[in-house]
Structures are given as C-alpha cells and as structure tokens.
C-alpha cells in the first residue's frame, strides 16, 4: 500500500469489519479505533494500535508486481502493525450484567476477523473508500490473531491508568509505505566486454634468492606467466606509499622465468608479499602470491673509516631499531639517519685493515660487507 494513509486504511478496515459483525446484535455495542482511556460509559468495542514493527519477511524485498523495475536499491516501508481489540461494558443497570454484550460482540468481531483474515483485491471488506486509502495493494492484508500473555497485558492497562479489560491481540501484515524516490535504471549497455583469461592464471613457483635486497636481480619462476602479468610488493601496515611496490622486470632468459628487481631502497625491511595479476583485455585473469624477505644492506664506503669518529654509511632498507656488527661485535653508537643513511662511530682501538661489517633491522640480518679501517 502507498502513501501516509497506509496505517489509516488497516484501521478504517479493522474498523468495517467490527461494524459489520455486530450489526446485528441487540444492543449493538459501538466500534471505535483510539487509545485505552477514552472516557465513555457505552458498550464499546476498541481497537488499539499499540506497536508498529518492521515486517522481517518483507523488509528488504522488492515489490512483487513490479520488482527492481520502479524501486531497486530502495525497497518500500515494510510493516507489521500490531493491534488490541477490547471489550467495554455499559454502565451497569437493574437489568443485570453487561458483560455478556461485551463479550458476544468481541466473539462476533473475533468470528468475523476469523471469516476475513486475508483482505485482497475483490473482497468486500473493501469498499471504494477504502480502496482508495490503500491503493496501490501490493499484497494482501493478513490478519492473524497473536498471543498476549497476561504480564504483558497488564502493564499495558497500568500505563493507561486503566482497570484491566478483556482484550486479545492481532498482528495486521504487510502493511507497505512506497517511498517518495523511485530508482533510475541507467543507461544499456553499449560495449559488451568479456574477458577470457588464457590460463587458469599464473603460478609463483619460486625467488631465487629468497632473500634480496635494492640492487639485487631475483630469479622468478612463474607458471602460466604471460605478456599482461604484472609483479608488486603489497604494502603493510603503516606504510603510506600511494600504491603497492611495483617491482622491477627483465627479461629472464628462461622460459617461464622472469628477473625482478625492488624498485626503492626505502621499503622496510622484514617478510613481505610478492603479488603478481594477470590482466587480459584490462580485466583481471589470475593472481598470485609468494614470500620475499627483503633484507638491510649497507654499501662499503670508497676510503676508509676512521676509528673513533662518526661516518655515515649509505644503506638500503635499514630501520629505525638498526643495528650495525663490525667484525661480529654489535656497534654501541649508532644512530639512524634515514632507510638509506645510518651514522655509526668505529670503536677507537680497533685493528686497523678490512673488516666485515652487516646490518639488522626488523628482526632480518642482513648480507656481509668488507670495509677498510684505519
């Protein structure tokens, strides 16, 4: 059903279908739709809606008439209204109880209700004024008599500041808003692209060497390599490079092998991903992935180091917990400069003639080099 009227119409039908089950009766007791504590001394029938609640079958499918056609992405407003009909006695007179024409029109109603439970295109509970609140009907109104426990019901009364009435329940379902927007669909496609990848996609075999640092050629062997594959270093945590390290090609010489390079001494040290994506016709065909450690290195310099007074080294891919080993003992000043500057001090005293020197950083030691001290 469509439009702010949806909840006006479940009441107006509610309402027709009390009226014309108690048509007939002696007294005729009256049907109302309001709140419990309507002050009146008449033999009353009320139904009163004390919860609305989203339709959990209904929440977020589309229209059945229509479907994605007028609302796709917005599905309608989709409701369950639960309602209480209660029973009000006259005023008491000499004639005796009124009770027992309370509870023959709740009886009649409730047969009624029972009689009309499922309210559609056609039925005569629908009058042209009614069909006019609920137009469109997009499903059926399905009225169910529902459960309600005495706690629950008690409170209910309480909250109204009410003496507690015969009552029971009904769940009216699904009551459907339309929303005010409709979707758009956008315009047919023009150019139908498909993508028929050639393999099942490429394979990393293996990196040799497993363990490379900026400047080193790696070996990669690659099942399924075709002209599209592209190779990257994927980004870890933290890092805040625009996209993900793209590596270096060349030729391999081999079949199916192909030599890659890092493509910045700046990438921090430690094990990383190694991602390649095969793309054909611009969409992705395959992918992926092996371990590659990329490992600190320091570059020797061209004269000697000096004991006992600050030099810095050119470095590749050093971290700011470096540590430098000179000859196997762990330097004491060392001060990280940059991934590829560190400033050490060569201990005074030490031997004169090369000596070996390494780097490790991120927990990953790294290849040794042999530097000259004076």
């Known amino acids: ?23 007939s009766l002696d007294p005729k007791p009256d049907v109302t739709v309001g709140p419990l504590d309507w002050k009146t001394d008449t033999l009353r029938l009320n139904w009163f809606l004390y919860r609305v609640s989203p339709d959990p079958g ?48 709740l009886a009649a109603v409730m047969r009624a209700v029972y009689e009309h439970a499922i309210v559609g295109d056609g039925s005569p509970v629908l009058t042209p004024a009614l069909t006019t609140l609920l137009t469109p009907l997009i499903e059926p109104l399905r009225i169910v008599l529902d459960d309600l ?41 023009k150019t139908v692209r498909i993508g028929v990848p050639p393999t099942m996609g490429p394979r990393l075999v293996s990196l040799t060497p497993a363990r ?63 991602d390649v994506v095969a793309t054909d016709s611009g969409l992705p065909a395959g992918r992926d992935s092996i371990g590659l450690t990329v490992v600190p290195t320091v570059t020797p310099p061209g004269a000697a180091i000096a004991a006992g007074a600050p030099v810095t080294l050119d470095t590749a891919h050093a971290a ?44 990953v030691a790294g290849p040794t080099r042999v530097v000259s001290v004076a």
């Open 1 to 23: 059903m469509s439009g702010v009227t949806a909840i006006q119409g479940v009441d107006e039908v509610l309402r027709k279908i009390a009226s014309d089950a108690v048509a």
């Open 58 to 105: 209904y929440r977020n499918m589309e229209p059945p008439q229509t479907g994605w056609r007028t609302a796709r992405g917005n599905p309608p407003l989709a409701l369950r209204l639960s309602y209480m009909l209660s029973a009000f006695a006259a005023k008491d007179t000499d004639v005796g109880d009124q009770d027992q024409f309370a509870h023959a029109g």
């Open 149 to 189: 426990d005495l706690e629950s019901l008690t409170k209910t009364w309480t909250a109204a500041g009410q003496p507690l009435r015969l009552s029971v329940g009904y769940q009216v379902s699904v009551v459907l808003v339309q929303p005010t927007t409709t979707y758009a669909a956008g315009p047919p496609v």
């Open 212 to 274: 490379a640092s900026f400047g080193d050629t790696i070996d990669a062997e690659v099942e399924g390599l075709t002209a599209g594959a592209a190779f990257t270093l994927a980004l870890q945590a933290g890092e805040t490079a625009p996209a993900d390290w793209v590596m270096t090609t060349g030729t391999g010489g081999r079949p199916g092998h192909v030599n890659l390079g890092l493509p910045d001494p700046g990438i921090a040290p430690g094990l990383r991903q190694l």
């Open 320 to 363: 700011p917990d470096v540590e430098v080993f000179l000859a196997g003992r762990r330097l004491a000043n060392v001060t990280f400069v940059s991934p590829t500057q560190v400033t050490v001090v060569i201990p005074p005293g030490t031997p004169a003639g090369p000596a070996e020197i390494a780097l490790r950083a991120g927990k």
